[in-house]
């Protein structure tokens, strides 16, 4: 989270049951309106792709993922998408290349439909991108305006760490992730009090959110993998080193993030940019084939279903140009967050170390695979650790991630983050 609206959020009254009391119900309203804004885009994009890749090619008789198809909706994505960005009040918000999943300064309420508007038509288009960071500025801007209207007594940083850990347990349908990014954001700040004092309302308002989405949506972040069994000495091999791989495959695309930034801004207009990223995500998706597209996390369980469907080499296609696409998507001012897009390249990656080597089970590669590529692109530790383990739950495999996570820690930790400052140049 933020640091001005943690440290807001940690001068509510820190001792005092009767200081922790008044958030409560605040962060169950935050809580449960996060996941229903969330689970409304994602269930607005899903029948949106429904027509545009099944009932319209269908009508027309063309192919649903020919290349001709492929070519045609991502263009056209491009530039719906940059009729939204130019002509929607505040432009769709900020440019997404220098957003991460905290909130700095919530925007104006104005700006949510246009923002929601263009993530909705880039989560149902294909491009290589997922809801959490669109959702996450419009959760926070929304609860923002409206806690200061109708509970203006409550610190205005506290309304947007609410919305952060709501959409965060909406995300993963747990509140531990949330709660394990929270606790990454107090690390080093004077904050009064005990840790649960602190986090006592966002974790509310996590676990509100997540309980939502599980009830409404019933998310499943398992993938159903072969059973991972008792560890092997092998193991203690093949995983930090399937997880070191893929942190510096990750690390490729965060070095080459500013230059491929800025080749788009200097296009100037966004239906110059966003049409021209849309084109080249459709010659990436020629190559890499319809599993190249959109968030990826359906597509990852197709690839889970199949451990042994594709070869190494194709397992390694799909994970480089994966990469690209979110390379290219994040830098040409798609809306959309990249921790989905992440875990297909991280489960490709794994799955092409199990093809290389039989005797790296299919869970482990996946599972370090993950881990080493959210390392690298999102630099939050606990959350890359907890992502991967969900996929798959297991306590050995858990114990051998947290091993796993050292030397892949050690290669991106202090480098460049996949995040822009408004100059243009990386977040270190």
Same mark, same amino acid.
């Given at each position: 989270?933020?640091?001005?609206?943690?440290?807001?959020?940690?001068?509510?009254?820190?001792?005092?049951?009767?200081?922790?009391?008044?958030?409560?119900?605040?962060?169950?309203?935050?809580?449960?309106?996060?996941?229903?804004?969330?689970?409304?885009?994602?269930?607005?994009?899903?029948?949106?792709?429904?027509?545009?890749?099944?009932?319209?090619?269908?009508?027309?008789?063309?192919?649903?993922?020919?290349?001709?198809?492929?070519?045609?909706?991502?263009?056209?994505?491009?530039?719906?998408?940059?009729?939204?960005?130019?002509?929607?009040?505040?432009?769709?918000?900020?440019?997404?290349?220098?957003?991460?999943?905290?909130?700095?300064?919530?925007?104006?309420?104005?700006?949510?439909?246009?923002?929601?508007?263009?993530?909705?038509?880039?989560?149902?288009?294909?491009?290589?991108?997922?809801?959490?960071?669109?959702?996450?500025?419009?959760?926070?801007?929304?609860?923002?305006?409206?806690? %200061?209207?109708?509970?203006?007594? +409550? /610190?205005? @940083?506290?309304? =947007?760490?609410?919305?952060? &850990? !709501?959409?965060? $347990?909406? *995300?993963?349908?747990?509140?531990?992730?949330?709660?394990?990014?929270?606790?990454?954001?107090?690390?080093?700040?004077?904050?009064?009090?005990?840790?649960?004092?602190?986090?006592?309302?966002?974790?509310?308002?996590?676990?509100?959110?997540?309980?939502?989405?599980?009830?409404?949506?019933?998310?499943?972040?398992?993938?159903?993998?072969?059973?991972?069994?008792?560890?092997?000495?092998?193991?203690?091999?093949?995983?930090?080193?399937?997880?070191?791989?893929?942190?510096?495959?990750?690390?490729?695309?965060?070095?080459?993030?500013?230059?491929?930034?800025?080749?788009?801004?200097?296009? %100037?207009?966004?239906?110059?940019? +966003? /049409?021209? @990223?849309?084109? =080249?995500?459709?010659?990436? &998706? !020629?190559?890499? $084939?319809? *599993?190249?597209?959109?968030?990826?996390?359906?597509?990852?369980?197709?690839?889970?279903?199949?451990?042994?469907?594709?070869?190494?080499?194709?397992?390694?296609?799909?994970?480089?140009?994966?990469?690209?696409?979110?390379?290219?998507?994040?830098?040409?001012?798609?809306?959309?967050?990249?921790?989905?897009?992440?875990?297909?390249?991280?489960?490709?990656?794994?799955?092409?170390?199990?093809?290389?080597?039989?005797?790296?089970?299919?869970?482990?590669?996946?599972?370090?695979?993950?881990?080493?590529?959210?390392?690298?692109?999102?630099?939050?530790?606990?959350?890359?650790?907890?992502?991967?383990?969900?996929?798959?739950?297991? /306590?050995?495999?858990?114990?051998?991630?947290?091993?796993?996570?050292?030397?892949?820690?050690? *290669?991106?930790?202090?480098?460049?983050?996949?995040?822009?400052?408004?100059?243009?140049?990386?977040?270190?």
């Amino acid at each position: 989270m933020a640091q001005d609206t943690a440290q807001e959020a940690a001068a509510t009254p820190a001792t005092p049951a009767r200081g922790l009391l008044p958030l409560v119900l605040p962060a169950l309203f935050v809580g449960a309106g996060a996941s229903l804004l969330l689970v409304g885009v994602s269930g607005l994009a899903v029948r949106l792709q429904h027509v545009l890749w099944r009932d319209l090619p269908d009508a027309l008789g063309v192919g649903r993922y020919s290349v001709l198809w492929m070519l045609v909706m991502l263009t056209a994505t491009g530039v719906l998408v940059g009729l939204v960005v130019w002509k929607a009040p505040g432009h769709a918000g900020p440019d997404p290349a220098t957003l991460g999943l905290a909130v700095t300064t919530p925007l104006s309420p104005a700006v949510v439909p246009g923002l929601l508007v263009a993530a909705v038509l880039v989560l149902a288009g294909g491009p290589s991108l997922g809801p959490e960071n669109p959702v996450i500025v419009a959760n926070a801007a929304l609860a923002f305006w409206l806690g %200061r209207r109708f509970v203006p007594g +409550l /610190p205005g @940083g506290v309304w =947007v760490a609410l919305a952060e &850990a !709501a959409t965060i $347990g909406a *995300l993963f349908g747990t509140p531990v992730a949330a709660a394990l990014l929270l606790s990454e954001a107090l690390v080093g700040q004077q904050v009064r009090g005990p840790l649960w004092d602190n986090v006592f309302g966002p974790l509310i308002a996590a676990a509100a959110g997540a309980l939502t989405t599980t009830l409404v949506a019933r998310p499943n972040l398992d993938l159903d993998l072969p059973v991972y069994g008792r560890p092997g000495w092998g193991d203690l091999l093949a995983a930090p080193a399937v997880a070191s791989a893929s942190a510096l495959l990750g690390m490729t695309a965060v070095y080459a993030f500013p230059y491929v930034h800025r080749v788009f801004i200097r296009l %100037r207009h966004p239906m110059v940019a +966003l /049409p021209a @990223g849309g084109l =080249v995500l459709g010659l990436l &998706a !020629a190559v890499g $084939g319809r *599993l190249t597209l959109f968030k990826g996390l359906d597509e990852v369980a197709a690839l889970a279903r199949d451990p042994d469907g594709w070869s190494a080499g194709q397992f390694a296609t799909m994970a480089v140009v994966k990469l690209a696409a979110l390379l290219v998507a994040a830098s040409c001012g798609f809306r959309g967050g990249r921790i989905f897009p992440s875990v297909f390249i991280g489960a490709a990656l794994g799955l092409c170390a199990h093809a290389l080597v039989p005797a790296v089970h299919p869970a482990l590669g996946v599972t370090s695979g993950v881990l080493g590529l959210l390392l690298a692109v999102t630099r939050h530790g606990w959350v890359s650790l907890f992502t991967a383990a969900v996929l798959v739950p297991s /306590p050995g495999l858990t114990a051998l991630l947290c091993v796993a996570s050292l030397p892949a820690w050690l *290669l991106v930790t202090g480098r460049p983050q996949m995040q822009l400052r408004e100059d243009g140049t990386a977040v270190r």
